[in-house]
């Protein structure tokens, strides 16, 4: 997690210079509240942001939420602009999914279940609140296949539980 925070702080401000919705104050520097406040108008990266600090925090099932949460909303992001430089955004987006997302979905398959259900949560949290700084209404197309993506991802977690568990076992991770 500390080359997470790390690479957030390297990369945020560079890469957010210009970016609408977020804080003067650097992503890295914010806490769980500055980052939670006004989320639904701030840049994708405010989510994996979140996510890394609740996880960094203890509070792991509620940093799984938010950090899909952030890649529905940052997968949206990509899409709708499709000729960003690719040295920017679509490079922060993979290193946080790297950097952020693998420890919180090794944390998070120990739990199928669990896993499921939060994936699930993500897509109820993000489908209940605005999207500020996209837009929900302009891009609903945009969005469904987002969704529609997960949706599968989590359907295949679903009916891969007992392989994943075994999976899991045969590396030495742990199984709840």
């Known amino acids: 997690m500390k080359l997470a925070m790390l690479l957030i702080a390297l990369l945020a401000p560079a890469t957010w210079a210009d970016t609408d919705g977020l804080d003067d104050k650097a992503l890295a520097d914010q806490s769980v509240a500055e980052l939670r406040a006004g989320i639904t108008d701030k840049h994708p990266a405010t989510y994996m942001v979140l996510a890394a600090r ?11 939420k938010w950090f ?5 909303r940052y997968r949206a992001f990509l899409k709708a602009n499709p000729d960003l430089d690719p040295s920017g955004d679509p490079a922060l987006f993979a290193s946080l999914m790297e950097s952020v997302g693998r420890p919180l979905n090794e944390y998070i398959g120990g739990d199928v279940d669990q896993w499921v259900a939060t994936i699930d949560d993500a897509i109820d949290w993000h489908d209940s609140h605005p999207d500020g700084f996209l837009g929900k209404d302009q891009h609903r197309a945009l969005y469904a296949s ?28 742990e199984n709840h």
């Open 146 to 173: 987002v969704i529609a993506g997960l949706k599968d991802m989590r359907d295949e977690i679903a009916a891969s539980k007992d392989e994943i568990r075994r999976q899991r076992r045969e590396n030495g991770l």
């Open 68 to 72: 899909y949460v952030g890649q529905i």
């Open 54 to 64: 609740l996880f960094q925090q203890g509070d792991k099932p509620e940093a799984v």
